[in-house]
């Protein structure tokens, strides 16, 4: 069975401080990849996406970035984060192609204080 | 691209039905209605897909008309357990590389109560 790890749940860093968060993916190949913020109250905002390895699809101008370095790794980074920067994230794949049944990791809490 | 609007909240009791309705007017003819989940930090989940008139499962019913441009989420008898946030999406077609990306709106927050 396919299973999605993110790790860390919770995480309390430094304003103008690194962030890397990861993703990874167990059970299948070739997943499409997804990362994901969701602010205090709000819906969530797609920040990236990736359909392969090195291939980075990114939705919003911002201080984050992500790579795929592996079929089944997904890493979101910053080289300084903002207080706005703050928020839930939200890994996610789906099977390669159109479909949209997506599965969702645990999350990570990011406050950035 | 094809963009959802729902209601932004609802109230029910518990045993009544629940119906969520979604528009999508722009619906694109090779796109999916998928309907998600989410409960306080958690991830969403995924809950039912159809393409068009009915689909079924153990959790909820998708009515979808003959125009596409809407569709319903209908849950049966809901309990407290399903008080969450329900989002409709619209399969959007990346532009470079496929895949769908996958955008979600702002979804209906669904409360129930005794």
């Known amino acids: 069975s396919q299973t999605i790890h993110q790790w860390p749940a919770t995480l309390v860093q430094p304003v103008g401080s690194p962030l890397s968060l990861e993703c990874t993916v167990e059970?299948?190949?070739?997943?499409?990849l997804y990362w994901y913020r969701q602010a205090a109250g709000r819906g969530l905002q797609l920040l990236f996406y990736s359909v392969g390895i090195g291939q980075i699809s990114s939705e919003v101008p911002q201080n984050l970035s992500a790579s795929r370095p592996q079929d089944r790794q997904f890493i979101l980074s910053s080289k300084k984060l903002l207080l706005s920067d703050s928020g839930f994230y939200l890994c996610?794949?789906?099977?390669?192609?159109?479909?949209?049944?997506?599965?969702f990791g645990q999350g990570t809490r990011l406050t950035v204080v | 691209l094809a963009k959802t609007t729902q209601p932004i909240s609802m109230d029910s009791y518990e045993g009544q039905e629940v119906n969520i309705t979604c528009s999508h007017n722009n619906i694109a003819t090779n796109d999916y209605i998928t309907w998600y989940q989410q409960f306080p930090s958690q991830g969403p989940r995924f809950i039912i897909q159809g393409y068009k008139t009915k689909v079924t499962n153990e959790v909820a019913s998708l009515f979808i008309p003959a125009d596409r441009k809407s569709s319903t989420l209908s849950l049966p008898r809901v309990s407290l357990s399903d008080t969450a946030v329900y989002y409709c999406?619209?399969?959007?077609?990346?532009?470079?590389?496929?895949?769908?990306?996958?955008?979600f709106g702002t979804g209906t927050q669904l409360k129930v109560e005794l």
């Open positions: 059970g299948t190949s070739n997943p499409n």
């Open positions: 999406l619209v399969g959007e077609i990346a532009l470079t590389g496929g895949g769908n990306k996958l955008t």
């Open positions: 996610a794949w789906t099977l390669r192609g159109m479909n949209t049944e997506a599965f």
